[in-house]
C-alpha cells in the first residue's frame, strides 16, 4: 500500500475518510493523493467550452486550492506526503480516471449513507466508484478515532471468482496486522448444509496461505442481515466484500448488498471488484 487517493468535497465526511487515510499512511509509508473535483453547472461548462467566464472558473480553482493546502496543513498529516489536484469533472468519474492513471493501491471515501445527499461524494456517487472502481474502496461513516483494524470479516460465496480480490484483501490484512473471519452466510434462499459450508471453504482455503485468520457459516433471514449481525457478535473493525461492475451477478455479489452496507452499516467497509 503505497499510494492513497482520499477524494473530498470538503464536507466532515471527506475529513473522516483523510483522518483514516492518514493513519494507514503512516503505519505504511505510504503517500495521499487528495483530489476535489469542481462539477461546474451545465451553463457554466457551456461557457468554458466557448471561452467564455474563464475568470469565474480559475476563481473556483484557486478557492478549491487553497482549501486543499489549509487541509494539508492540519496536524494529523505531518510527516506524510500529500499532494493534491483539482480537476473539472464529474465526482465518480474523475475518481476513476484519477485511479486509472496515477497507480492507486485504496481509495479511501467518505459517506453520510443514504440519509444525507448534500454533497457530491456521498450517495450515488459513492455506490458508482465502489461498483466501478479496480482499486479497493473504503468507505468511512465516522469519525475513525485511533483507527486500529484488529478483526476484518470477508464475507463471501468463496467462489472461484473471488481468487483475485481475495489476494489484495490477505495483503491489506499483512499491511494492517489484522485477523481476519471469513464467514459464509447462510440464506433461506440460498441454504447449505453445515458439510457443504465446510467443505467449500476448505476447498477455498487450499489455494491460500493464511495464518491469522478463523472460518465460520453464520445462518440469517438474509445477506446483508447476516454480514451486520455477524460482525456485530464478533465486534470487528471493518467488513470486507466483493462487489461486481456487472449487474448478471450471483446474489452474492450484487449491487445491492454492498449498496445496503454502505448506507446502513456504521462500520467500514472495504470493497474488491471482481
Known amino acids: 500500500m503505497k499510494h492513497i487517493l482520499v477524494p473530498t468535497d470538503f464536507s466532515e465526511q471527506a475529513e473522516y475518510a483523510l483522518k483514516a487515510a492518514a493513519q494507514l499512511a503512516k503505519k505504511n509509508n505510504a503517500s495521499i493523493y487528495l483530489l476535489h473535483l469542481l462539477e461546474l453547472p451545465s451553463q457554466m461548462s457551456d ?18 486550492n487553497e482549501r486543499l493546502e489549509n487541509i494539508k496543513s492540519q496536524s494529523y498529516l505531518d510527516g506524510i506526503v500529500v499532494e493534491s489536484s483539482v480537476q473539472l469533472e464529474k465526482a ?15 481509495i479511501i471515501m467518505g ?10 461524494l456521498i450517495g450515488s456517487n459513492t455506490e458508482k466508484v465502489v461498483r466501478l472502481s479496480k482499486a479497493p474502496v473504503l468507505v468511512i461513516k465516522k469519525d475513525p478515532g485511533e483507527f486500529q483494524i484488529e478483526k476484518i470479516v470477508f464475507a463471501s460465496d468463496f467462489s472461484k471468482e473471488t481468487k483475485k480480490p481475495f489476494k489484495k484483501l490477505l495483503k491489506f490484512s499483512q499491511d494492517t496486522n489484522a485477523k481476519l473471519l471469513l464467514v459464509m452466510i447462510n440464506t433461506p434462499n440460498s441454504f447449505k448444509t453445515t458439510q457443504k459450508s465446510d ?30 449481525n455477524f460482525a ?29 452496507l454502505i448506507n446502513h452499516e456504521s462500520r467500514p467497509v472495504l470493497t474488491f471488484r471482481i
Open 111 to 120: 459517506s453520510h449513507g443514504s440519509s444525507n445527499t448534500e454533497h457530491l
Open 232 to 260: 456485530k457478535s464478533k465486534e470487528a473493525d471493518l467488513i470486507s466484500i466483493c462487489t461486481h461492475g456487472r449487474t448478471r451477478l450471483s446474489h452474492f455479489f450484487s449491487g445491492s448488498i454492498s449498496q445496503g
Open 199 to 228: 467443505q467449500i471453504l476448505e476447498k477455498f482455503l487450499r489455494k491460500h496461505d493464511l495464518e491469522n485468520y478463523s472460518t465460520h457459516v453464520y445462518n440469517d433471514t438474509n445477506v446483508e442481515n447476516g454480514i451486520t
Open 92 to 106: 465518480f468519474s474523475g475518481i476513476l480516471s484519477f485511479n486509472e492513471t496515477n497507480e492507486i493501491d485504496l
Open 47 to 64: 461557457a468554458v467550452s466557448s471561452g467564455k467566464s474563464i475568470p469565474e472558473v480559475i476563481l473556483f480553482i484557486r478557492k478549491a
